[in-house]
């Protein structure tokens, strides 16, 4: 698994306010678009594109156009805040959602909604979920997107966690990680530490 930490003074700044406890839901929101379109930028710096010929106003100009962009996934609900700098970039990409919760006593995933598109029939696959902890929910995710026949995955993550990352790896699901930082360790509670809290939370109020 190739795995990619994206480093831009830009990001930083935004990550330092999804981090900082006092950040109001509404510039949470914001700044998570706004670190997730540096992120999903660098994971599609390889998508697939065609030679076409535009006609500017001065003649014909050789030019590339993305070809086919991959099924973006993301996992619900805390990804919701991921997916518009998705399609703002892939406008044409299809979306398959996947609805998962943490069972907090077991830490199990318990998933309650797949709508990924089936017979994917090899084409690369987009998951998108703001934190990386334990693992077991990306590597569910990816599991189903595998299910349906997805091509290389590239995970999408604002934070990830040492332990996630080596869950991961040791799957043959995941082609590559992109993600914003790599904190120092998961707590007694299975949250990143020092991680910038319930990312679902901060967004859309505790439930």
């Not at 930028?41 to 100009?61: K, M």
């Not at 996947?98 to 029939?121: C, D, F, H, K, M």
């Amino acid at each position: 698994m190739q795995i990619v930490v994206v480093d831009h003074p830009v990001l930083s700044d935004r990550l330092a306010l999804l981090r900082d406890q006092e950040t109001p839901p509404s510039v949470f929101r914001t700044a998570l678009e706004e670190v997730s379109s540096f992120l999903i930028y660098e994971a599609i710096r390889d998508v697939q594109t065609a030679s076409v010929e535009v006609q500017t106003p001065l003649g014909l100009a050789p030019s590339q156009r993305i070809e086919e962009p991959p099924v973006i996934v993301p996992v619900l609900r805390a990804a919701l805040g991921m997916l518009h700098a998705a399609l703002r970039l892939l406008p044409s990409a299809p979306v398959g959602f996947l609805g998962l919760r943490r069972n907090e006593q077991t830490l199990a995933v318990e998933p309650y909604l797949q709508t990924i598109p089936s017979g994917l029939e090899g084409r690369p696959a987009l998951v998108l979920d703001p934190m990386l902890a334990t693992g077991g929910s990306l590597e569910h995710a990816c599991r189903a997107a595998k299910g349906c026949d997805a091509g290389p995955i590239t995970v999408v993550t604002v934070l990830s966690a040492p332990e996630g990352v080596r869950r991961l790896e040791s799957t043959s699901h995941v082609h590559r990680l992109v993600t914003g930082a790599i904190d120092s360790r998961l707590n007694e509670d299975a949250y990143i530490f020092p991680g910038l809290g319930d990312a679902g939370d901060r967004q859309f109020g505790k439930m």
